[in-house]
Protein backbone atom coordinates (compact mmCIF):
# COMPACT_ATOMS: atom_id res chain seq x y z
CA UNK A 1 0.00 0.00 0.00
CA UNK A 2 1.33 3.59 -0.86
CA UNK A 3 0.20 6.47 0.31
CA UNK A 4 2.10 8.39 -1.86
CA UNK A 5 0.96 10.88 -4.96
CA UNK A 6 1.40 9.83 -8.27
CA UNK A 7 4.87 11.32 -10.16
CA UNK A 8 3.04 14.40 -12.91
CA UNK A 9 4.70 14.73 -16.38
CA UNK A 10 2.97 16.51 -19.06
CA UNK A 11 4.11 17.06 -23.06
CA UNK A 12 2.60 17.94 -26.20
CA UNK A 13 2.21 15.21 -29.29
CA UNK A 14 3.31 17.29 -31.57
CA UNK A 15 2.36 16.80 -35.44
CA UNK A 16 2.49 17.90 -38.78
CA UNK A 17 0.39 17.71 -41.94
CA UNK A 18 2.89 16.27 -45.03
CA UNK A 19 -0.17 16.59 -46.59
CA UNK A 20 -1.63 13.88 -43.85
CA UNK A 21 -0.88 13.98 -40.20
CA UNK A 22 2.37 12.75 -38.88
CA UNK A 23 3.52 12.43 -35.11
CA UNK A 24 6.95 13.63 -33.71
CA UNK A 25 8.22 11.03 -31.61
CA UNK A 26 11.49 11.24 -29.43
CA UNK A 27 14.06 8.55 -28.74
CA UNK A 28 14.86 8.79 -25.01
CA UNK A 29 18.85 8.17 -24.93
CA UNK A 30 18.81 6.03 -22.07
CA UNK A 31 17.59 2.34 -21.94
CA UNK A 32 14.93 1.21 -22.68
CA UNK A 33 15.42 3.53 -25.75
CA UNK A 34 11.45 4.48 -25.57
CA UNK A 35 9.86 6.81 -27.94
CA UNK A 36 7.46 9.20 -26.91
CA UNK A 37 6.29 12.48 -27.77
CA UNK A 38 8.22 15.53 -25.78
CA UNK A 39 6.95 15.66 -22.08
CA UNK A 40 8.59 15.68 -19.06
CA UNK A 41 7.95 16.28 -15.21
CA UNK A 42 6.10 18.68 -13.75
CA UNK A 43 8.20 21.27 -11.39
CA UNK A 44 6.82 21.84 -7.87
CA UNK A 45 4.53 24.59 -7.98
CA UNK A 46 3.71 24.45 -11.79
CA UNK A 47 1.00 23.15 -13.07
CA UNK A 48 0.99 20.78 -16.66
CA UNK A 49 0.36 22.98 -19.24
CA UNK A 50 3.50 25.38 -18.54
CA UNK A 51 5.36 21.88 -17.92
CA UNK A 52 4.13 20.77 -21.22
CA UNK A 53 5.36 23.77 -23.23
CA UNK A 54 8.94 24.08 -20.91
CA UNK A 55 9.27 20.46 -21.84
CA UNK A 56 8.57 20.85 -25.75
CA UNK A 57 11.06 24.28 -25.87
CA UNK A 58 13.79 21.60 -23.42
CA UNK A 59 13.05 18.50 -25.68
CA UNK A 60 12.66 19.77 -29.07
CA UNK A 61 13.26 23.25 -29.34
CA UNK A 62 9.85 24.32 -30.16
CA UNK A 63 8.75 27.13 -29.02
CA UNK A 64 4.77 28.29 -28.18
CA UNK A 65 4.92 30.50 -31.36
CA UNK A 66 5.58 27.71 -33.58
CA UNK A 67 2.50 25.72 -32.38
CA UNK A 68 -1.41 25.66 -32.97
CA UNK A 69 -2.13 23.94 -30.01
CA UNK A 70 -5.25 22.04 -29.48
CA UNK A 71 -6.79 22.38 -26.19
CA UNK A 72 -9.80 20.47 -26.82
CA UNK A 73 -7.71 17.38 -27.71
CA UNK A 74 -5.78 15.88 -24.25
CA UNK A 75 -5.68 12.80 -22.63
CA UNK A 76 -4.00 11.77 -19.79
CA UNK A 77 -1.94 8.47 -19.57
CA UNK A 78 -1.80 6.40 -16.15
CA UNK A 79 1.24 3.82 -15.62
CA UNK A 80 3.72 2.89 -13.00
CA UNK A 81 7.30 3.23 -13.38
CA UNK A 82 9.71 1.26 -10.92
CA UNK A 83 6.40 0.89 -8.84
CA UNK A 84 5.48 4.22 -8.40
CA UNK A 85 2.01 5.37 -10.37
CA UNK A 86 2.79 7.93 -13.01
CA UNK A 87 0.61 10.39 -15.10
CA UNK A 88 1.17 11.86 -18.31
CA UNK A 89 -1.00 14.61 -19.59
CA UNK A 90 -0.96 15.18 -22.96
CA UNK A 91 -2.30 18.17 -25.35
CA UNK A 92 -1.96 18.09 -29.56
CA UNK A 93 -0.09 20.58 -30.77
CA UNK A 94 0.19 21.65 -34.58
CA UNK A 95 4.05 22.69 -35.67
CA UNK A 96 3.16 25.30 -37.94
CA UNK A 97 6.93 25.66 -39.82
CA UNK A 98 8.15 22.28 -39.10
CA UNK A 99 11.93 22.91 -39.87
CA UNK A 100 15.38 21.25 -38.34
CA UNK A 101 15.34 19.53 -34.84
CA UNK A 102 17.62 20.05 -31.94
CA UNK A 103 17.51 17.88 -29.41
CA UNK A 104 18.65 17.62 -25.84
CA UNK A 105 20.56 15.20 -24.15
CA UNK A 106 17.66 13.42 -22.91
CA UNK A 107 17.36 11.97 -26.69
CA UNK A 108 19.55 10.47 -29.09
CA UNK A 109 16.98 10.41 -32.13
CA UNK A 110 13.62 11.55 -33.87
CA UNK A 111 11.17 10.58 -36.19
CA UNK A 112 8.33 11.94 -38.08
CA UNK A 113 5.73 9.06 -38.12
CA UNK A 114 2.88 8.20 -39.90
CA UNK A 115 -0.10 7.40 -37.08
CA UNK A 116 0.76 3.52 -37.93
CA UNK A 117 4.49 3.80 -37.47
CA UNK A 118 4.03 6.26 -34.07
CA UNK A 119 1.53 3.51 -32.96
CA UNK A 120 4.54 0.66 -34.05
CA UNK A 121 7.72 2.55 -32.16
CA UNK A 122 6.01 4.05 -29.24
CA UNK A 123 5.00 0.72 -28.02
CA UNK A 124 2.85 1.22 -25.08
CA UNK A 125 -0.96 -0.23 -25.62
CA UNK A 126 -2.11 3.42 -23.99
CA UNK A 127 0.10 5.71 -26.26
CA UNK A 128 -1.53 3.93 -28.88
CA UNK A 129 -5.18 4.73 -28.22
CA UNK A 130 -3.98 7.96 -27.24
CA UNK A 131 -2.33 8.27 -30.81
CA UNK A 132 -5.55 6.88 -32.64
CA UNK A 133 -7.81 9.41 -30.69
CA UNK A 134 -5.91 12.33 -31.46
CA UNK A 135 -5.76 11.46 -34.81
CA UNK A 136 -9.43 10.90 -35.12
CA UNK A 137 -10.13 14.13 -33.72
CA UNK A 138 -7.80 15.75 -35.63
CA UNK A 139 -9.39 14.79 -38.85
CA UNK A 140 -12.56 14.91 -37.83
N1 LIG B 1 2.79 4.86 -21.95
C1 LIG B 1 3.61 4.09 -21.23
N2 LIG B 1 3.12 2.99 -20.58
C2 LIG B 1 3.93 2.22 -19.84
N3 LIG B 1 5.25 2.43 -19.68
C3 LIG B 1 5.79 3.48 -20.30
C4 LIG B 1 5.01 4.36 -21.10
N4 LIG B 1 5.84 5.33 -21.59
C5 LIG B 1 7.07 5.05 -21.13
N5 LIG B 1 7.05 3.95 -20.34
C6 LIG B 1 8.21 3.32 -19.63
C7 LIG B 1 9.53 3.51 -20.33
C8 LIG B 1 10.51 3.67 -19.18
O1 LIG B 1 10.93 2.37 -18.76
C9 LIG B 1 9.69 4.27 -18.05
C10 LIG B 1 9.84 5.77 -17.89
O2 LIG B 1 9.61 6.37 -19.15
P1 LIG B 1 8.92 7.78 -19.30
O3 LIG B 1 7.61 7.82 -18.61
O4 LIG B 1 8.94 8.09 -20.75
O5 LIG B 1 9.82 8.76 -18.47
P2 LIG B 1 11.28 9.26 -18.59
O6 LIG B 1 11.85 9.25 -17.23
O7 LIG B 1 11.98 8.50 -19.66
O8 LIG B 1 11.16 10.75 -19.11
P3 LIG B 1 10.40 12.07 -18.63
O9 LIG B 1 11.30 12.78 -17.71
O10 LIG B 1 10.23 12.77 -19.93
O11 LIG B 1 9.07 11.74 -18.04
O12 LIG B 1 8.32 3.95 -18.35
MG1 LIG C 1 11.24 14.08 -20.99
Redesign the pocket.
Known amino acids: MSSSSPVR?A?LVVFRFAPAIEFLLLQ?S?P?H?W?PP???VDPGEDEWTAALR?TKE?ANIDKEQLAIREDVHKT?A???KGKQ?T?KYWAAQLKNPDGMTLSH?HQNWKWCSLDEAIKIAD????GELLREFHAKLTA
Do not use: I, N, R
Not at 124 to 127: H, I
Open positions: AGAYPHTKGHEELYEVKVEYVEM
